[in-house]
């Protein structure tokens, strides 16, 4: 039949356009040629969600943070071993009623419109960052300054009403151009939230809404002009996908699962292509209790949990090996960290022990334990689309059945999560997670004055003792009396245990091995990203030179 | 003829107020809102600064002026502002959108027909023979396979061990300094395997109802005094049956567009396109309240253009209904 | 065609049995109730019991079907998983069936304005993107089996709606209904004990058609994260599961996808056999 013959003619000739395309090999055996640095090349990203807008005041998505991190800059940042370092401001001096805080601002920087970077562009952002137009979630912190001006282009000073000790950090976020927004009441409208103009490592480009964003590097960049030539993140939304377009050289890097890292990409190929990096990430997951029910009011059922919970079970588990046990809201290995709290060996029978201890007996012999005829079931509530904290619940699951007690799940999306149930205060458990704020003051979470709709101290967690430690904590810059009262902190949450702190996962970035300068260190593998580099001969995408 | 057409515009408008009822309504069954999906659980928002974005966003008013203010903008295609941080118009987001879930939605209609039509009549002139029952086994293997599964595996045969073919999304990184020939051969391939499982649900749907229309004719009387008459079999297949069984298949052409919008939501989001579907499902995650009924709205208005398309076609191709 | 007498019900199980792929599909779908409801028969592994140290292993004598990425074993799983799957499409189904006679039965039988408004309410459910619809109302309610089961079945009942229509229209004009009217039969005894049991056979196939579409529903509900909850097994959800590591754990895509396969192709053999032994018109050739 006719229409048959037209429709193999026409799929013979797109096999053959296809096959004469030459597909380049992912730079996997070149030719041997110098290691040096050299300008040039792309990377491209995968990322499950897009950007929502390059303005990180307004917006709260980790897509849309980690591009503007491409194109501005903070007054501070943390270096490699998470130690405040300058960014736009060379250098500061805090006065010594710790009221004050002067930073000295770089000379010489420029906008990417090439307009000059001065200490108006920071007075306005504190400005913006405290108006009421602006639709932003980080006001808080910068509503404690009490007076804030410029004496000089070069000058920035800031006084606060209190001591302020995580006002330093706070100060990493982006300062935007004046010149740009100014006739914009709410920045979230300006085309900048768009096109984004800022004093940072790369340009932007283009945003392709759905698909891609790409930015170039900025050849006058105050640090220096990166060695990558572009960035690219291609919005994927299916992590299978984002998989395959790895191993195909779709994309360069991505951070995968445990199970991938540990199975999935340990064949003799995938290493010949890719390096494999794994270090401690900056946050949390725990099991959160809201305190005022019935069922966890006393202590003893909450420690019953740490015992009962194989913490070791799920990190070989759900994690493959590929984290750390918690014992409490602070990261090991930082400086903050106190390693001597109490801890939870894994011991069911001292689970049933203490269980039994506050009035917790199975008499009908059913496996289930009652107390006053109320029998020991309740719901846990985590959010949909996180594989690790789904399997973390069906592990906690049968390690309580083993103890006698029932634990349902229900998992939720959000949204919904969020507003109906956790601000409302209608759980009973909760299994979340924190990212761990590289400034150690926790006041939000833990703080009784955090208690009401909305705010984050969620599970209802009320200690006078700790009230006093977060003050102490926030209102002096002394680096060892805010590790005194925070180790103090840590000792009473353990005691405590509002949250069965469950692990800190791992990062598992892994990158494209043509991608050369990665030096993982404590703060990760992206602090340098400026400093990464393609030798000449493996450059990839040589199509967009500049 | 041409009342016929009237006819059917005016039959559109109570369905379109129709439409944007339930559409209200079911947006409405939603628990929590856009401005927590901004704030939450962010150690450094409070009470204050969530009231300030929820009075931004308009969600104090009650829920029948909300309506009344929507229909009365739906009217002009104006579905006001996306509640997500770009604030930009509905209609304008919807309309990015649109023209790749079109593109391709038209595509596989357009695969279907190719395919679906030879397939059925063939399986309907040889009921029962080989032919017959391995098409229906393979044509309905299209529809009884989760679409993001096959997808996936055609992902890794021809992505991942051939080669042949990209992965996902819509363009490659170095389109633009492509050539002409370049630049369609790398269209093409991105749209190949997305176009080919959308269209292989719905083979089976159309060509049984093709097989099953031919069936039909076959059987009338015309076609046995065609027989009767000395007319070469293919004749009568051609001439005579198809064109008959043909009309109906337009009707249904136009039904399925609503199914083809609903799968999209799958496989975009397997291949990375940035499709419609792919928004709407943001924008339910997200509630995103005016882009979820804009979405709605417009899938129906879709819809119903594809429906008055599909009568107005049968009405040109049935000579019953052009001469009235 | 009226009740049907045992001659005309042997003809038609001649004629369906006569239909190899058809009974194929009978017997696919017979065997798959027998395995639902008896999990027992097969396996008498504790589908949900975690066991790390043997995360995605594959099929061996212990696992047939070998572990999902808890160590579950998936053939026991994938068993209870059936019934799951069965009811979230028996359920929907039955709902979309009754609101469909409901709404068909009504229409074609009072006709002129009840019909008119019946069916643009038809129309207008039918311009929606179905699954859109599902997705909005399941992400706002929640992903219960109940709430999948209602809302599947509240969106696809349209089909059902329009065909009972057709057959009580035609029905309606038939000599028994005259005859009943005759005896002073009421409407309502007319159309439930007279039309309704005529209008059911083609809405039958219908159904079993639909109960497939619902397993595959219940599918892409689940890879959007919305389906039925782990760790409750759904084959849908094995499916999504097994997704992230479909080249590498092969057995958790591959088994759930051919069962899905296979038993909408079941289905979906089986109505298009009912119906071509049904209707004695369309006998060989």
Same mark, same amino acid.
């Given at each position: 039949?006719?229409?048959?013959?037209?429709?193999?003619?026409?799929?013979?000739?797109?096999?053959?356009?296809?096959?004469?395309?030459?597909?380049?090999?992912?730079?996997?055996?070149?030719?041997?040629?110098?290691?040096?640095?050299?300008?040039?090349?792309?990377?491209?990203?995968?990322?499950?969600?897009?950007?929502?807008?390059?303005?990180?005041?307004?917006?709260?998505?980790? +897509?849309?943070?980690?591009?503007?991190?491409?194109?501005?800059?903070?007054?501070?940042?943390?270096?490699?071993?998470?130690?405040?370092?300058?960014?736009?401001?060379?250098?500061? $001096?805090?006065?010594?009623?710790?009221?004050?805080?002067?930073?000295?601002?770089?000379?010489?920087?420029?906008?990417?419109?090439?307009?000059?970077?001065?200490?108006?562009?920071?007075?306005?952002?504190?400005?913006?960052?405290?108006?009421?137009?602006? &639709?932003?979630?980080?006001? $808080?912190?910068?509503?404690?300054?009490?007076?804030?001006?410029?004496?000089? &282009?070069?000058?920035?000073?800031?006084?606060?009403?209190?001591?302020?000790?995580?006002?330093?950090?706070?100060?990493?976020?982006?300062?935007?151009?004046?010149?740009?927004?100014?006739?914009? =009441?709410?920045?979230?409208?300006?085309?900048?939230?768009?096109?984004?103009?800022?004093?940072?490592?790369?340009?932007?480009?283009?945003?392709?809404?759905?698909?891609?964003?790409?930015?170039?590097?900025?050849?006058?960049?105050?640090?220096?002009?990166?060695?990558?030539?572009?960035?690219?993140?291609?919005?994927?939304?299916?992590?299978?996908?984002?998989?395959?377009?790895?191993?195909?050289?779709?994309?360069?890097?991505? !951070?995968?699962?445990?199970?991938?890292?540990?199975?999935?990409?340990?064949?003799?190929?995938?290493?010949?292509?890719?390096?494999?990096?794994?270090?401690?990430?900056?946050?949390?997951?725990?099991?959160?209790?809201?305190?005022?029910?019935?069922?966890?009011?006393?202590?003893?059922?909450?420690?019953?949990?740490?015992?009962?919970?194989?913490?070791?079970?799920?990190?070989?588990?759900?994690?493959?090996?590929?984290?750390? $046990?918690?014992?409490?809201?602070?990261?090991?290995?930082?400086?903050?960290?106190?390693?001597?709290?109490?801890?939870?060996?894994?011991?069911?029978?001292?689970?049933?022990?203490?269980?039994?201890?506050?009035?917790?007996?199975?008499?009908?012999?059913?496996?289930?334990?009652?107390?006053?005829?109320?029998?020991?079931?309740?719901?846990?509530?985590?959010?949909?689309?996180?594989?690790?904290?789904?399997?973390?619940?069906?592990?906690?699951?049968?390690?309580?059945?083993?103890?006698?007690?029932?634990?349902?799940?229900?998992?939720?999306?959000?949204?919904?999560?969020?507003?109906?149930?956790?601000?409302?205060?209608?759980?009973?458990?909760?299994?979340?997670?924190?990212?761990?704020?590289?400034?150690?003051?926790?006041?939000?979470?833990?703080?009784?004055?955090?208690?009401? =709709?909305?705010?984050?101290?969620?599970?209802?967690?009320?200690?006078?003792?700790?009230?006093?430690?977060?003050?102490?904590?926030?209102?002096?810059?002394?680096?060892?009396?805010?590790?005194?009262?925070?180790? /103090?902190?840590?000792?009473?949450?353990?005691?405590?245990?509002?949250?069965?702190?469950?692990?800190?996962?791992?990062?598992?970035?892994?990158?494209?091995?043509?991608?050369?300068?990665?030096?993982?260190?404590?703060?990760?593998?992206?602090?340098?990203?400026?400093?990464?580099?393609?030798?000449?001969?493996?450059?990839?995408?040589?199509?967009?030179?500049? | 003829?041409?009342?016929?057409?009237?006819?059917?515009?005016?039959?559109?408008?109570?369905?379109?107020?129709?439409?944007?009822?339930?559409?209200?309504?079911?947006?409405?069954?939603?628990?929590?809102?856009?401005? $927590?999906?901004?704030?939450?659980?962010?150690?450094?928002?409070?009470?204050?600064?969530?009231?300030?974005?929820?009075?931004?966003?308009?969600?104090?008013?009650?829920?029948?002026?909300?309506?009344? /203010?929507?229909? !009365?903008?739906?009217?002009?295609?104006?579905?006001?502002?996306?509640?997500?941080?770009?604030?930009?118009?509905?209609?304008?987001?919807?309309?990015?959108?649109?023209?790749?879930?079109?593109?391709?939605?038209?595509?596989?209609?357009?695969?279907?027909?190719?395919?679906?039509? =030879?397939?059925?009549?063939?399986?309907?002139?040889?009921?029962?023979?080989?032919?017959?029952?391995?098409?229906?086994?393979?044509?309905?293997?299209?529809?009884?396979?989760?679409?993001?599964?096959?997808?996936?595996?055609?992902?890794?045969?021809?992505?991942?061990?051939?080669?042949?073919?990209?992965?996902?999304?819509?363009?490659?990184?170095?389109?633009?300094?492509?050539?002409?020939?370049?630049?369609?051969?790398?269209?093409?391939?991105?749209?190949?395997? &997305?176009?080919?499982?959308?269209?292989?649900?719905?083979?089976?749907?159309?060509?049984?109802?093709?097989?099953?229309?031919?069936?039909?004719?076959?059987?009338?009387?015309?076609?046995?005094?065609?027989?009767?008459?000395?007319?070469?079999?293919?004749?009568?297949?051609?001439?005579?049956?198809?064109?008959?069984?043909?009309?109906?298949?337009?009707?249904?052409?136009?039904?399925?567009?609503?199914?083809?919008?609903?799968?999209?939501?799958? %496989?975009?989001?397997?291949?990375?396109?940035?499709?419609?579907?792919?928004?709407?499902?943001?924008?339910? @995650?997200?509630?995103?309240?005016?882009?979820?009924?804009?979405?709605?709205?417009?899938?129906?208005?879709?819809?119903?253009?594809?429906?008055?398309?599909?009568?107005?076609?049968?009405?040109?191709?049935?000579?019953?209904?052009?001469?009235? | @065609?009226?009740?049907?007498?045992?001659?005309?019900?042997?003809?038609?199980?001649?004629?369906?049995?006569?239909?190899?792929?058809?009974?194929?599909?009978?017997?696919?779908?017979?065997?798959?109730?027998?395995?639902?409801?008896? +999990?027992?028969?097969?396996?008498?592994?504790?589908?949900?019991?975690?066991?790390?140290?043997?995360?995605?292993?594959?099929?061996?004598?212990?696992?047939?079907?070998?572990?999902?990425?808890?160590?579950?074993?998936?053939?026991?799983?994938?068993?209870?998983?059936?019934?799951?799957?069965?009811?979230?499409?028996?359920?929907?189904?039955?709902?979309?069936?009754?609101?469909?006679?409901?709404?068909?039965?009504?229409?074609?039988?009072?006709?002129?304005?009840?019909?008119?408004?019946?069916?643009?309410?038809?129309?207008? @459910?039918?311009? %929606?993107?179905?699954?859109?619809?599902?997705?909005?109302?399941?992400?706002?309610? #929640?992903?219960?089996?109940?709430?999948?089961?209602?809302?599947?079945?509240?969106?696809?009942?349209?089909?059902?709606?329009?065909?009972?229509?057709?057959?009580?229209?035609?029905?309606?004009?038939?000599?028994?209904?005259?005859?009943?009217?005759?005896?002073?039969?009421?409407?309502?005894?007319?159309?439930?004990?007279?039309?309704?049991?005529?209008?059911?056979? &083609?809405?039958?196939?219908?159904?079993?058609?639909?109960?497939?579409?619902?397993?595959?529903?219940?599918?892409?509900?689940?890879?959007? #994260?919305? #389906?039925?909850?782990?760790?409750?097994?759904?084959?849908?959800?094995?499916?999504?599961?097994?997704?992230?590591?479909?080249?590498?754990?092969?057995?958790?895509?591959?088994?759930?996808?051919?069962?899905?396969?296979?038993?909408?192709?079941?289905?979906?053999?089986?109505?298009?056999?009912?119906?071509?032994?049904?209707?004695?018109?369309?006998?060989?050739?």
């Amino acid at each position: 039949m006719k229409i048959a013959r037209v429709l193999v003619a026409a799929l013979a000739f797109v096999l053959v356009a296809g096959c004469a395309k030459e597909k380049q090999e992912a730079g996997s055996a070149g030719p041997v040629g110098s290691d040096a640095p050299a300008y040039g090349d792309a990377i491209v990203e995968g990322s499950i969600g897009d950007v929502s807008g390059f303005l990180s005041a307004v917006t709260s998505d980790s +897509p849309s943070h980690t591009a503007a991190n491409y194109v501005f800059n903070g007054l501070v940042r943390y270096d490699k071993n998470l130690k405040l370092e300058g960014e736009l401001a060379g250098s500061w $001096e805090v006065s010594p009623d710790g009221k004050r805080i002067t930073f000295h601002l770089r000379k010489g920087v420029t906008w990417h419109d090439g307009a000059p970077f001065t200490s108006d562009d920071v007075l306005f952002t504190y400005r913006r960052m405290i108006d009421p137009n602006t &639709p932003t979630a980080y006001a $808080e912190d910068f509503k404690q300054v009490e007076r804030a001006g410029n004496p000089d &282009p070069t000058t920035f000073v800031v006084e606060y009403g209190k001591p302020f000790a995580p006002a330093l950090a706070s100060w990493g976020m982006h300062i935007l151009p004046k010149h740009l927004l100014a006739e914009y =009441p709410d920045i979230s409208r300006s085309p900048l939230n768009k096109k984004p103009v800022g004093t940072g490592p790369f340009r932007f480009v283009e945003w392709k809404t759905g698909e891609k964003t790409v930015f170039e590097g900025n050849p006058d960049y105050f640090e220096g002009r990166p060695y990558l030539s572009r960035v690219v993140t291609r919005v994927i939304p299916d992590p299978a996908t984002m998989f395959l377009e790895l191993k195909s050289g779709g994309i360069d890097m991505m !951070g995968v699962t445990p199970l991938q890292y540990t199975r999935q990409t340990e064949t003799e190929e995938f290493r010949k292509s890719f390096h494999k990096y794994r270090y401690l990430s900056f946050g949390y997951t725990y099991l959160g209790f809201r305190l005022s029910h019935p069922l966890f009011t006393d202590k003893r059922v909450r420690q019953a949990f740490a015992c009962a919970i194989h913490k070791k079970e799920i990190i070989d588990g759900v994690l493959f090996g590929l984290g750390q $046990e918690a014992t409490g809201p602070y990261k090991p290995g930082t400086w903050v960290h106190n390693p001597d709290v109490k801890r939870y060996p894994y011991d069911p029978q001292q689970a049933k022990a203490l269980l039994a201890e506050a009035g917790w007996k199975d008499a009908d012999g059913d496996g289930v334990l009652e107390k006053e005829g109320r029998k020991f079931s309740f719901t846990v509530l985590t959010n949909a689309g996180n594989e690790s904290r789904a399997k973390t619940a069906a592990i906690i699951q049968q390690n309580l059945a083993a103890v006698g007690v029932k634990m349902e799940i229900r998992t939720l999306e959000w949204a919904a999560f969020i507003n109906e149930f956790v601000d409302k205060r209608k759980f009973d458990a909760v299994i979340l997670g924190w990212n761990i704020p590289q400034d150690p003051d926790q006041y939000d979470i833990w703080s009784s004055k955090k208690t009401g =709709p909305k705010e984050l101290n969620f599970v209802g967690f009320q200690n006078a003792e700790v009230d006093r430690l977060l003050e102490e904590g926030r209102r002096t810059f002394d680096l060892e009396k805010r590790k005194k009262a925070y180790s /103090r902190i840590q000792e009473i949450l353990a005691e405590e245990q509002p949250y069965v702190f469950l692990y800190y996962p791992d990062a598992l970035p892994v990158v494209h091995k043509r991608i050369h300068g990665i030096e993982p260190a404590p703060a990760g593998i992206s602090y340098n990203f400026i400093k990464w580099y393609v030798p000449k001969d493996r450059q990839r995408y040589t199509t967009f030179q500049k | 003829m041409l009342r016929y057409i009237a006819r059917r515009l005016a039959l559109t408008v109570p369905l379109l107020i129709g439409i944007s009822l339930i559409s209200f309504l079911v947006i409405h069954a939603a628990p929590g809102g856009p401005v $927590e999906m901004a704030t939450d659980l962010n150690p450094k928002v409070t009470a204050e600064a969530r009231e300030r974005l929820r009075a931004y966003y308009g969600l104090d008013q009650p829920i029948h002026v909300q309506y009344v /203010r929507w229909l !009365g903008r739906m009217a002009t295609l104006d579905f006001g502002q996306s509640f997500s941080r770009d604030g930009k118009q509905v209609s304008e987001k919807i309309g990015e959108r649109i023209p790749v879930t079109l593109a391709i939605n038209v595509l596989s209609m357009l695969l279907i027909f190719l395919v679906a039509i =030879p397939l059925g009549i063939y399986s309907a002139v040889r009921k029962d023979s080989w032919f017959d029952r391995i098409s229906t086994v393979v044509v309905f293997t299209g529809f009884a396979v989760p679409t993001f599964w096959l997808a996936l595996l055609l992902m890794i045969l021809f992505g991942v061990k051939l080669g042949w073919l990209p992965i996902s999304g819509l363009v490659s990184l170095e389109y633009d300094s492509l050539g002409l020939a370049g630049k369609i051969w790398d269209r093409t391939s991105h749209l190949l395997l &997305p176009v080919f499982v959308s269209a292989f649900g719905g083979l089976a749907g159309f060509s049984r109802y093709m097989r099953s229309n031919m069936l039909e004719v076959i059987r009338q009387d015309y076609i046995a005094t065609a027989r009767a008459k000395g007319l070469p079999e293919r004749k009568v297949v051609f001439r005579h049956a198809m064109r008959n069984a043909l009309l109906p298949f337009i009707t249904i052409l136009g039904l399925s567009v609503p199914g083809l919008l609903g799968g999209s939501v799958i %496989f975009e989001s397997i291949f990375a396109i940035p499709g419609l579907g792919q928004l709407f499902y943001q924008s339910v @995650m997200s509630r995103d309240y005016p882009l979820i009924m804009g979405a709605l709205v417009i899938g129906a208005f879709l819809t119903l253009i594809g429906n008055l398309l599909a009568d107005v076609g049968y009405a040109l191709a049935d000579p019953r209904i052009r001469t009235e | @065609m009226g009740a049907g007498t045992s001659s005309i019900f042997r003809d038609f199980l001649r004629r369906f049995f006569r239909n190899r792929l058809a009974a194929g599909g009978g017997i696919v779908i017979a065997l798959l109730f027998v395995v639902a409801a008896f +999990p027992f028969l097969v396996t008498d592994r504790d589908p949900n019991r975690i066991d790390i140290l043997r995360i995605l292993a594959p099929p061996s004598g212990e696992h047939p079907l070998g572990t999902d990425e808890l160590g579950r074993d998936v053939l026991s799983r994938m068993v209870h998983g059936a019934r799951i799957s069965l009811e979230v499409g028996f359920v929907a189904t039955g709902i979309a069936t009754a609101i469909g006679l409901l709404v068909g039965l009504i229409a074609g039988f009072y006709g002129r304005w009840v019909d008119g408004v019946l069916m643009r309410f038809v129309d207008i @459910m039918l311009c %929606f993107p179905s699954f859109f619809l599902i997705l909005a109302v399941i992400a706002f309610l #929640g992903p219960s089996i109940i709430n999948i089961m209602a809302v599947i079945g509240l969106t696809s009942w349209m089909g059902a709606a329009r065909l009972v229509r057709a057959e009580t229209l035609s029905l309606k004009e038939r000599d028994f209904v005259a005859a009943a009217k005759a005896q002073g039969a009421g409407n309502m005894r007319i159309i439930f004990r007279h039309i309704l049991p005529n209008a059911l056979a &083609p809405v039958l196939v219908w159904a079993t058609l639909g109960v497939a579409g619902a397993i595959l529903v219940e599918s892409s509900l689940s890879f959007l #994260g919305i #389906g039925v909850q782990p760790p409750t097994p759904s084959w849908g959800n094995i499916l999504t599961a097994g997704k992230d590591n479909i080249e590498f754990a092969w057995w958790l895509s591959v088994y759930p996808g051919l069962a899905i396969l296979v038993t909408v192709l079941g289905y979906y053999l089986l109505g298009e056999g009912i119906q071509d032994a049904a209707d004695p018109r369309l006998k060989g050739r």
